[in-house]
């Protein structure tokens, strides 16, 4: 692994003094088989890497990759003119990483933007098109990212990351809603409270957004179980069987709106976000958020 910190460093310093275009296909090149060295040991299962060291690579292609991005910029001809600050300043870059349950990785590369929250926005539609692809394909999906960037002292740099929590995502979730409410919103609180927890670091470039979406396992999820039979035959409880971890809504929802027959069953009954207010609520639901939706719903 030191060792290719150790390459790591020495393509970004040379990168940085590149100076012709001869300078920078050969810079370009070593680039090109570094990442491919380190895909292949990401991808490789026996011995596998530990989860963090994993993470620890494909944070290195990333940052490789943002560079790569950057000389690009400099030095190689596009469309009959050479590249320009005009030019769209966010590149989407897919990473080869075998984690377990993994459906796809990869980093939206910044080459221009120095205002966190502008970044994030304008990185939301690059992330929504992978994040709505996976959910299309597999039903659900966890997803979680990783905000990268350079930190400076006055005296030193450092690469730090913020991290946000996976968060479940299915066909019907509000994507827009989710971006702003679980991406945006925790990774600029973090990066605020970084910065002033640690006195005298302060962001001096962003690097990346680096996306993990996850296969959710609908055998862990949800919170429905089997009624003992003697329950059951009373007939006294409705126990709506579902996939996700809305038991509560579900509950709410039996109860507002009844029905005669398939009591158990998901489709009777309207989808509770549609008849309920759930802003600022996940699920599932704490004891301290019970009388916030029963503010919110007049209940």
């Not at 920078?24 to 491919?36: S, V």
């Not at 929802?253 to 759930?278: D, I, M």
């Amino acid at each position: 692994m030191e060792n290719y910190e150790r390459v790591e460093r020495e393509l970004l310093e040379q990168c940085s003094q590149v100076a012709t275009l001869v300078e920078c296909f050969a810079w370009l090149q070593r680039c090109d088989e570094c990442i491919e060295r380190l895909e292949e040991l990401c991808r490789v299962k026996r011995p596998r890497l530990a989860v963090g060291h994993r993470q620890s690579m494909v944070a290195r292609i990333a940052r490789l990759a943002g560079a790569k991005t950057r000389l690009e910029r400099r030095f190689v001809h596009v469309g009959g003119g050479y590249a320009s600050r005009d030019e769209r300043s966010l590149v989407w870059r897919e990473i080869d990483a075998a984690f377990e349950s993994r459906i796809l990785t990869g980093a939206v590369i910044n080459s221009n933007h120095i205002e966190p929250l502008r970044f994030l926005e304008d990185a939301r539609e690059i992330v929504l098109e992978r994040v709505r692809d996976a959910v299309e394909r597999h039903g659900s999906a966890k997803v979680n990212t990783t905000f990268n960037g350079e930190f400076a002292t006055k005296d030193k740099r450092a690469n730090k990351s913020i991290n946000t929590k996976n968060s479940e995502i299915y066909q019907y979730t509000d994507l827009r809603e989710w971006y702003e409410q679980h991406i945006i919103e925790p990774t600029l609180t973090s990066l605020e409270e970084f910065q002033e927890r640690d006195s005298g670091w302060a962001l001096s470039r962003i690097l990346n957004l680096i996306v993990n979406v996850n296969k959710l396992n609908p055998m862990r999820a949800g919170c429905y179980f089997e009624v003992p039979r003697e329950i059951a035959t009373k007939r006294a409880v409705i126990n709506v069987s579902t996939t996700d971890n809305a038991c509560f809504a579900w509950s709410v929802v039996a109860a507002l709106y009844p029905v005669e027959k398939y009591t158990e069953q998901e489709s009777s009954y309207p989808h509770y976000t549609t008849v309920l207010n759930l802003a600022g609520i996940e699920f599932p639901i704490t004891f301290k958020d019970i009388p916030k939706f029963e503010r919110l719903n007049a209940v």
